[in-house]
């Protein structure tokens, strides 16, 4: 089988292992308090070119959205979100479980606007039975969105302006910032991100750490006590420095933003693939997560041979399905089953080769299993 499910199907970029393995035996102080954290500290405060950011490391996704979400809000708050949005649909009611409520708003391809939010809180405010109804506290969105869509500098803009306007600090989730960031078309680098919104996390589990999460506190008024809640909620590892060297590593000579924009490139040959052999998408991606709309009898033929994530039911005989790059993912020439024009690329999982990146190389789809059989590949990290 060759997997693209997801993006952290593999272990970790090999120069984070070889740093990892390098500070092995060196004896540091606990939960985050050792030179590495600091060092990587300084080097996210650079590259988001805020020198006055709080910055910490948490090791997973829902624990980090959890925590800055828990450290947010009231009791009696919970937090707007699209209906489509991670703490909504992927984290079994994490937030939920922290007392506070998730409210969402229908999404346009995973984004939610400013006017949506200022619809929201309006209609809260002016409702004669507000204080019976919970209240909004803070606005969450995802960049990228989990339909690998990306918010325009104007969008994002305006959302922070109105979250301004009414108080509510405004949370973007970063699991995927880096494919985000890199995308063609992007409007939104990760300085410009960082004054658009009071806290954003930096993914490192989805783009090249073994686990790992940023989260960069842009606020004041959100900085105090951060650790405390931290501690609570099981975010602050006793070996915190096997955080700070990846993120060091991460952000040493351009590393986080080179992988990214491989996966990215690697994503389009995907893309191309479906698209040339007629297939449409269910979204208009320009990250490393792609969204071909299939018949379901293709899609259980190529199941057989590929890993994909099953996305939704389109109608009654096709669905959606999700195709992700991730750093590890790289074309290499395979064999020519029936139906592919003259040799071809293959995209597999097995060793990157930097200056191998090209986007027109597709294949059609005639005969997924004679293909696969003719193909052999396997998925294996760089």
Same mark, same amino acid.
């Given at each position: 089988?060759?997997?693209?499910?997801?993006?952290?199907?593999? !272990?970790?970029?090999?120069?984070?292992?070889?740093?990892?393995?390098?500070?092995?035996?060196?004896?540091?102080?606990?939960?985050?308090?050792?030179?590495? /954290?600091?060092?990587?500290?300084?080097?996210?405060?650079?590259?988001?070119?805020?020198?006055?950011? #709080?910055?910490?490391?948490?090791?997973?996704?829902?624990?980090?959205?959890?925590?800055?979400?828990?450290?947010?809000?009231?009791?009696?708050?919970? $937090?707007?979100? &699209?209906?489509?949005?991670?703490?909504?649909?992927?984290?079994?009611?994490?937030?939920?479980?922290?007392?506070?409520? $998730?409210?969402?708003?229908?999404?346009?391809?995973?984004?939610?606007?400013?006017?949506?939010?200022?619809?929201?809180?309006?209609?809260? +405010?002016? =409702?004669?039975?507000?204080?019976?109804?919970?209240? @909004?506290?803070?606005?969450?969105?995802?960049?990228?969105?989990?339909?690998?869509?990306?918010?325009?500098?104007?969008?994002?803009?305006?959302?922070?302006?109105? /979250?301004?306007?009414?108080? %509510? @600090?405004?949370?973007?989730?970063?699991?995927? %910032?880096?494919? *985000?960031?890199?995308?063609?078309?992007?409007?939104?680098?990760?300085?410009?991100?960082?004054?658009?919104?009071?806290?954003?996390?930096?993914?490192?589990?989805?783009?090249?750490?073994?686990?790992?999460?940023?989260?960069?506190?842009?606020? @004041?008024?959100?900085?105090? =006590?951060?650790?405390?809640?931290?501690?609570?909620?099981?975010?602050?590892?006793?070996?915190?420095?096997?955080?700070?060297?990846?993120?060091?590593? %991460?952000?040493?000579?351009?590393?986080?933003?080179?992988?990214?924009?491989?996966?990215?490139?690697?994503?389009?040959?995907?893309?191309?693939?479906?698209?040339?052999?007629?297939?449409? %998408?269910?979204?208009?991606?320009?990250?490393?997560?792609?969204?071909?709309?299939?018949?379901?009898?293709?899609?259980?033929?190529?199941?057989?041979?590929? *890993?994909?994530?099953?996305?939704?039911?389109? #109608?009654?005989?096709?669905? *959606?399905? +999700?195709? /992700?790059?991730?750093?590890?993912?790289?074309? !290499? &020439?395979?064999?020519?089953?029936?139906?592919?024009?003259? #040799?071809?690329?293959?995209?597999?999982?097995?060793?990157?080769?930097?200056?191998?990146?090209?986007?027109? #190389?597709?294949?059609?789809?005639?005969?997924?299993?004679?293909?696969?059989?003719?193909?052999?590949?396997? /998925?294996?990290?760089?």
């Amino acid at each position: 089988m060759i997997y693209f499910n997801s993006d952290y199907l593999e !272990g970790a970029h090999p120069s984070v292992m070889a740093r990892l393995n390098e500070t092995n035996m060196v004896q540091t102080v606990g939960y985050g308090e050792d030179e590495y /954290c600091a060092a990587a500290r300084e080097k996210i405060r650079a590259v988001c070119q805020a020198p006055e950011a #709080d910055v910490h490391f948490l090791v997973g996704g829902t624990q980090t959205n959890t925590t800055v979400i828990a450290s947010i809000l009231r009791p009696w708050q919970g $937090v707007l979100s &699209a209906d489509s949005g991670h703490i909504n649909c992927h984290e079994a009611g994490a937030i939920e479980s922290t007392g506070h409520k $998730v409210i969402t708003l229908p999404a346009a391809e995973g984004k939610i606007t400013a006017q949506q939010v200022q619809d929201y809180v309006e209609w809260h +405010r002016n =409702d004669e039975s507000t204080e019976h109804i919970v209240q @909004p506290g803070m606005v969450y969105i995802s960049h990228p969105t989990e339909g690998g869509t990306l918010y325009s500098k104007a969008e994002l803009t305006a959302l922070y302006d109105t /979250c301004r306007k009414y108080g %509510l @600090p405004l949370f973007i989730d970063g699991a995927r %910032l880096g494919y *985000g960031v890199m995308a063609d078309g992007s409007e939104l680098s990760i300085p410009e991100i960082a004054r658009l919104c009071d806290v954003f996390y930096i993914g490192g589990t989805k783009v090249g750490a073994l686990f790992g999460e940023a989260v960069v506190i842009m606020n @004041p008024a959100l900085k105090k =006590d951060f650790r405390f809640i931290m501690k609570q909620r099981g975010g602050r590892m006793a070996k915190g420095r096997l955080l700070g060297i990846q993120f060091d590593a %991460l952000f040493t000579d351009d590393l986080y933003f080179k992988i990214s924009r491989h996966a990215d490139e690697m994503a389009y040959q995907i893309r191309d693939i479906f698209v040339s052999a007629g297939y449409p %998408l269910l979204f208009d991606s320009p990250t490393n997560q792609q969204y071909p709309i299939m018949p379901d009898d293709e899609l259980a033929e190529l199941g057989k041979n590929f *890993g994909y994530e099953y996305w939704e039911r389109v #109608d009654k005989t096709h669905s *959606g399905v +999700r195709f /992700c790059a991730s750093w590890a993912t790289t074309p !290499g &020439a395979r064999g020519r089953p029936a139906g592919r024009r003259t #040799d071809p690329a293959k995209i597999t999982t097995t060793g990157t080769n930097w200056n191998n990146l090209r986007r027109n #190389d597709t294949w059609k789809h005639t005969d997924w299993k004679s293909w696969a059989s003719s193909t052999p590949g396997r /998925c294996t990290a760089i």
